[in-house]
Each structure stands twice: as structure tokens, then as C-alpha cells.
């Protein structure tokens, strides 16, 4: 979301000093590296919501985190270089004023001469056979380990890893037998399994080989950038062209949003319409720790950069690429997935009736606030969610359930345009640029489009434009809010300034651009929807109830804080809110649907903090057998029955009878809803709160008649 003059006062501002670089220029690549360090740190200083102090707390920050990047799993340095490092350990603030990149270069040059030698290694760890027999572990979390005493100590380290990464490929080459080859023997299954990493370590090698020293400096970059919020980053000019055509919708791939992690490629985020949202079988916290090409041998992902990981992932419309996943539960599964573009039409709000014995609701799913930026008026969200809100009162709806779940954002506009159709007028949402200065963005509609029972359902996956809307409609009491302990939490708003607005000489070529956070969105009730998101009137459990998911699982996010309120009036309509809010509690409480979910998300988080592995094969065995079995335990989840039915409504029945795909994929949506806890809880709370009317009303004619 970019408010657009904000935007054109930042930009303002920085060519104002545009000819503090217009006469620069550099005969060498360390020049022209300087001169990026040079804008990147003026534009973070001047243009930053909040920017940081650039001192020596800043320093060992910088220093801790690019090192971490470069050596996640702590392979390739040894102690001694850490040693030699830490003499930069309070001075990158000094470098970082003064455009000096010594710290890089050293880091730079020492990590090139240690990957070399890794690559020695890992062959000669691989020459020899591993011993699965030997009762030894591995801590996964590296972050608590310490680097590498010596040489020998790191080679040690490499064969655990190694082993670990190992013992998942023998073990499939011993269980996994085709019906027309004999079953391997364990030395046979031992030693091709050895072939198959030490190939996946040679491939990821190779891409490692093509990286350039201006790849590795755009990392270090990045590191600096982050250290101010996790949403202000670096393009290099390559990253920004990708940029630039994921924000215009023309992207393929698999249709999902990747953050790096120590261990792979967690999935961070589902596009509807993409290939994983079709498939259904990968789910946000996965992570993806291997890529293979249609059957061909998978590479090992851990430890590379995400951009390259990406590159491997994506590919021509229509091919098939194989992620070996690392479940959010701790399995690993192989997921082959067919490339193609995102199916925009299921970006788009769609609606349905539910019927609950005599009584009609409707729902309301919005993927995303979603806008043609160049024509308003062609198609956009709020116009569309009008459009359905029309046609469910028109059969006959008595209540509405909007569906932000999984909605990461999208156009400021259409959220305030969204907000009117169910109040009269009034302040919607709060935003604040670094200037202390603050806007208030308004309904000034007095129409009221939908008057009724409303519910708005939540997750954690639900950011930024939705958590707007949903603090609005709380704020108001104008809906009850449903899901999650809490939303994502991301209560920023980010502009891209390209550099050549500051360098207006081509001798220096594309220098890329900057994604930079220049505001903060709060409710209009005064608190910010940064890092607490919206806290659910109704708190319903899911598989993510204990993990930390959203702003709050970012690097260096934004604090919470708040503002004066903005002047406006709860809802006065005639609902029973606090009853109605405290009857779903003691509903939610006896629900053995809810009690499973609970259970399952505590099992999750206790997968999730089981770091350390055994890599004896007979425990490893037991291991993955037990997660199976309690994976299987909790499957019955997806046989829940809500006993609700949902019908399409009447205008797409009729298209069903050309479109037979969009009948299968309704179909297809309407049993899942069939399944879902929250849609049924949304409609209890919707049939209490139009039984509070009814009673009020009765009060109302009692009172008269008296």
C-alpha cells in the first residue's frame, strides 16, 4: 500500500539533494560499491519511518547477522576467522559513515577461500561410508552452536551434517521398492545414498561458483537495511525488474511467498490461484529443503541464498518441479507441482449462501484488497464485495461472514470503500509518517449498505489492509472478530524509491532500488496494528496457536505504539455484542473439534522444539513412526462435519452451465467449508446475535404496546 503523497514527499525530499551525487563517479568495483553503501545509508537516514541510530550497538548487530546469512549452519568459518572478524566488531557504524568496506571484503574474501575447501571435504566426508549403527546426535539449531575450533572440528561437522542430511535418502531407497527391481541392501541403499547427496552438493556448488562479488555485496546490503524493519530492502537491479512484474500480477512459478531460513525456504505465504493453492498438500510453515526437476535428482537448498533457491523453483509454464518438504508437523514429504501463472479469477471475492436448518447466511471469501491501479474503475475490491453483499441480501441472507483469513493485504483505497458498506460514516483508519504528522482516512458515505449481523473471521496469515478493516469493524462494534489469538501484525507501509532518483547520471548504470517503510497505520481508536495485529473477540485454536508466525517471527520488526484516538461512535444498532461474544466462548470451550486442534497445535510446537536428531537409523525409525502415527491420529480433523450445507448463488448456477471447471472448484470450496470450525462458530454467533434483535425488537413492541 503506498499513500501517494507521502510517496511524493519522500521523493521530493531526496532529490533535493540529488546533486550531492549527480558528479560522482568510480573507475572500480569498489567505488561503485561505496557509492551504493553511500545512498542506501542517506536515503535510510532520511527517508525511514523510524531510522536507527548508526552506532556501535548497530555495528554488532550488522556484524552478527551478516555472518549468520553467510554461514547459517556454521560450516564453512572456523573460530579463528571469527577471531580476525571481531576487530570490526564495533566499527562497521565508522565504515558505514565513511563508505569503507573493509569489513565486507575481508568476510567477503575469507568466506570464497572456505567454501573452496569445503568443497574437499564433503568428498572426502563422502568417501566413506556412514555408520548407522552409532548411537550419535545432531543439534538442528545452529544458532546455538559454536563455530568450529579447528579444521578437524569442521570436517566432524560436515559429517554429521552430512549424515543427517543423509539418513532420510537411505532410508527411502531401503522402504521405497518398485515392483519390478529387488529391494537394496543396506549397503547397497548406504552407499547410493552417499551418490545422491554428495550430487546435490556438487550442483549446489556450481550455483554457488556463478555468484559474482556484487551477488555477496548486495547481501551485506541487505544485512545493514535490515537491521532498520524487516519490510525495508534492497533491489539490485535485477530484483527490482522481478519486482516490478510480481506487483503488475504476471508471475509463475508455484504461487507462493518464500522467506530464507537456516534449514531451507519456509513458506511464508499462499497465493490463491497459484499451483500450491490448488494442490492443497503444502501449507504455510513448510519449509522446502530440497528442489528436483521432474524425477531428476533433488539439490539440497540449506544453506543457499534464496534468490537462487527461487530460480530453481521457478520455471517454464508446464514443467514439473519436486520439493522435498519439511512439514510443519516435522515429517518430510515430496510434493511435485506443475508450473503455471496464478489463476487471477481466484484472487477475486467470491460468495455463497449457507443454510442452517430454516435459516439463510452468506459468506463472503477475500483473498486479497485487491485494485487495477491504473483504472480504479475496472475491477476492484470493494466494488466487487458490494456487488456480492447486494446479491446475498437479494436471497434472502439474515446474516454475513466476510472471510479475511490468509488475506496479506493490498489497496488502502478499497479498504476504506469497504468499511462504508456496513457504516454510516466515520474515521476508519490512522496513518502517521515519520513527521509525527497524521492523516485520518474516512468513510464520508452515509449509505449503509448492509445493516445486519456481521462476523469478520481472522488468522495470523491476515495482514496489513485486512487487519485494518477488522480493527475498524471492533473498533466500532460493528462486527464480531473471529480466529486467531492474533492477526500478522504488520502495521507499516512500504514505498519503492529507485536510486536514480538521487544519481541523475547514466555513467553509473542501474543501481537499483529501495522498498522503504515511511508510515505506520493505527486504529482509530489510537493503538497501532504493528507487531499485536488484532486480538480476536472469539479466539478459535489452529495448528499455528503456539508458533510464532507473522511480524513477530521478522527480524528487527517495528514497535507497537500508540496515538490519539480519532473521533467516532461505537455502533448504535441493535446487537447484543459482550452476550453474544461471551455465549461463543462456553460454546467454543466444549467443542471436541476445538479440543483436537488445540491438541494438535501443542503437538506442532512440541515438534518444533525437538532439536536434536538421533542419527542412529533403528531411533530414527522409531521416531518417524511415532510422528506418523500421531500425523494419522490427527487427520480425523479433516472428516469434521459441521452439517451446515452452501450453495452458490443463483447469477453463477447459471454460468455453471458453461463453466464446468468454475462449478468443480465452487464444489470443491463449498465441502471445505462444510469442514471449517470457524465458519460454523460465525454462524452461531450470527444466529445469537439475529436472536438479540428479535428480542430487542420484542422489548422494543412491549415497551410501545405498554
Not at 547481501?219 to 535485477?238: L, M, R, S
Not at 513448510?286 to 544453506?303: M, R, S, T
Not at 504528522?437 to 481472522?458: A, S
Request: charged letters at 35%; glycine letters at 6%.
Amino acid at each position: 500500500m503506498k499513500n501517494n503523497l507521502a510517496y511524493a514527499l519522500l521523493v521530493m525530499l531526496i532529490a533535493v539533494a540529488s546533486c550531492s551525487f549527480t558528479n560522482k563517479s568510480f573507475e572500480n568495483t569498489d567505488d561503485k560499491d561505496k557509492l551504493l553503501l553511500e545512498l542506501i545509508t542517506y536515503v535510510l537516514e532520511k527517508g525511514h519511518y523510524d531510522p536507527k541510530n548508526i552506532d556501535d550497538d548497530f555495528s554488532v548487530s550488522v556484524f552478527e547477522d551478516f555472518i549468520d546469512v553467510l554461514d547459517p549452519t556454521k560450516r564453512y568459518f572456523i573460530e579463528e576467522d571469527i577471531m580476525e572478524f571481531e576487530q570490526y566488531k564495533f566499527q562497521i557504524d565508522d565504515q558505514i559513515k565513511n563508505t569503507d568496506i573493509a569489513f565486507f571484503n575481508i568476510v567477503h574474501e575469507r568466506l570464497i577461500k572456505r567454501m573452496n575447501e569445503a568443497k574437499s571435504i564433503y568428498k572426502e566426508v563422502l568417501a566413506t561410508p556412514f555408520d548407522y549403527t552409532a548411537d550419535e546426535t545432531i543439534n538442528i539449531d545452529y544458532k546455538v552452536e559454536s563455530f568450529a575450533a579447528s579444521k578437524n572440528d569442521l570436517k566432524q561437522r560436515w559429517r554429521k551434517q552430512l549424515k543427517y542430511a543423509t539418513m532420510g535418502t537411505y532410508d527411502s531407497k531401503l522402504t521405497d521398492v518398485a515392483e519390478d527391481k529387488d529391494p537394496l541392501t543396506p549397503t547397497e541403499a548406504e552407499e547410493s545414498s552417499r551418490a545422491s547427496t554428495q550430487k546435490t552438493l556438487d550442483e549446489f556448488f556450481d550455483f554457488v561458483d556463478d555468484l559474482q562479488r556484487k551477488d555477496w555485496f548486495v547481501q551485506y546490503i541487505n544485512t545493514i537495511v535490515d537491521e532498520f524493519d524487516p519490510h525495508t530492502y534492497y533491489f539490485a537491479p535485477e530484483e527490482k525488474e522481478k519486482f516490478d512484474t510480481s506487483m503488475s500480477g504476471k508471475f509463475e512459478g508455484i504461487g507462493a511467498r518464500l522467506r530464507k531460513t537456516n534449514t531451507g525456504a519456509k513458506i511464508e505465504g499462499i497465493i490463491s490461484g497459484g499451483p500450491v493453492w490448488r494442490d492443497q498438500r503444502i501449507e504455510v510453515g513448510d519449509e522446502i529443503i530440497k528442489v528436483g526437476q521432474n524425477g531428476g535428482e533433488a539439490v539440497d537448498i540449506v544453506g543457499m541464498r534464496l534468490d537462487d533457491a527461487i530460480k530453481m523453483i521457478k520455471g517454464p509454464e508446464g514443467t514439473v518441479v519436486d520439493l522435498t518438504v519439511k512439514k510443519i508437523d516435522g515429517s518430510h514429504e515430496v510434493i511435485s507441482l506443475t508450473r503455471d501463472v496464478v489463476e487471477l479469477e481466484e484472487s477475486f471475492a467470491k460468495s455463497a449462501n449457507i443454510f442452517k436448518e430454516d435459516k439463510k447466511y452468506g459468506i463472503i471469501n477475500l483473498p486479497k484488497f485487491y485494485v487495477n491501479f491504473e483504472d480504479y474503475g475496472e475491477r476492484n475490491a470493494a466494488t466487487d464485495v458490494a456487488k456480492e453483499v447486494e446479491r446475498l441480501k437479494e436471497e434472502g441472507a439474515e446474516g454475513l461472514i466476510l472471510d479475511l483469513r490468509d488475506n496479506g493485504g493490498g489497496s488502502l483505497k478499497t479498504v476504506i470503500e469497504m468499511a462504508g458498506l456496513f457504516i454510516k460514516d466515520g474515521p476508519v483508519v490512522q496513518v502517521r509518517s515519520s513527521d509525527d504528522g497524521k492523516e485520518v482516512y474516512d468513510d464520508k458515505d452515509e449509505r449503509i449498505q448492509w445493516d445486519g449481523p456481521l462476523v469478520v473471521l481472522v488468522n495470523e496469515l491476515s495482514a496489513s489492509a485486512s487487519e485494518i478493516l477488522a480493527a475498524a469493524m471492533q473498533d466500532y462494534k460493528r462486527a464480531v472478530v473471529i480466529g486467531s489469538k492474533q492477526t500478522f501484525g504488520k502495521g507499516t507501509v512500504q514505498n519503492v524509491i529507485p536510486l536514480e532518483n538521487i544519481v541523475r547520471s547514466n555513467e553509473h548504470g542501474d543501481l537499483g532500488a529501495i522498498k522503504l517503510t515511511t508510515q505506520k497505520f493505527y486504529r482509530i481508536n489510537g493503538g497501532s496494528t504493528q507487531l499485536e495485529g488484532v486480538k480476536s473477540d472469539v479466539v478459535v485454536p489452529d495448528k499455528y496457536s503456539y508458533i510464532d508466525l507473522g511480524e513477530r517471527d521478522q527480524a528487527n520488526p517495528l514497535k507497537w505504539d500508540k496515538i490519539s484516538p480519532a473521533k467516532y461512535t461505537p455502533w448504535d444498532g441493535y446487537i447484543d455484542y459482550d452476550k453474544t461474544i461471551a455465549k461463543s466462548k462456553n460454546r467454543l470451550a466444549n467443542n471436541a473439534q476445538i479440543k483436537l486442534i488445540e491438541e494438535n497445535a501443542q503437538w506442532i510446537k512440541s515438534e518444533q522444539d525437538e532439536t536434536v536428531i538421533s542419527l542412529k537409523y533403528d531411533v530414527y525409525k522409531e521416531e518417524v513412526k511415532k510422528d506418523k502415527e500421531k500425523s494419522d491420529y490427527f487427520k480425523k480433523m479433516a472428516d469434521y462435519d459441521s452439517h451446515l450445507s452452501f450453495k452458490s448463488l443463483q447469477y453463477e448456477q447459471e454460468l455453471f452451465t458453461k463453466d464446468s471447471v468454475l462449478r468443480e472448484k465452487r464444489d470443491r470450496w463449498h465441502k471445505n467449508l462444510a469442514k471449517d470450525v470457524y465458519v460454523e462458530e460465525a454462524v452461531n454467533v450470527l444466529q445469537d446475535l439475529q436472536m438479540n434483535t428479535i428480542k430487542k425488537n420484542n422489548s422494543k413492541l412491549a415497551s410501545v404496546k405498554g
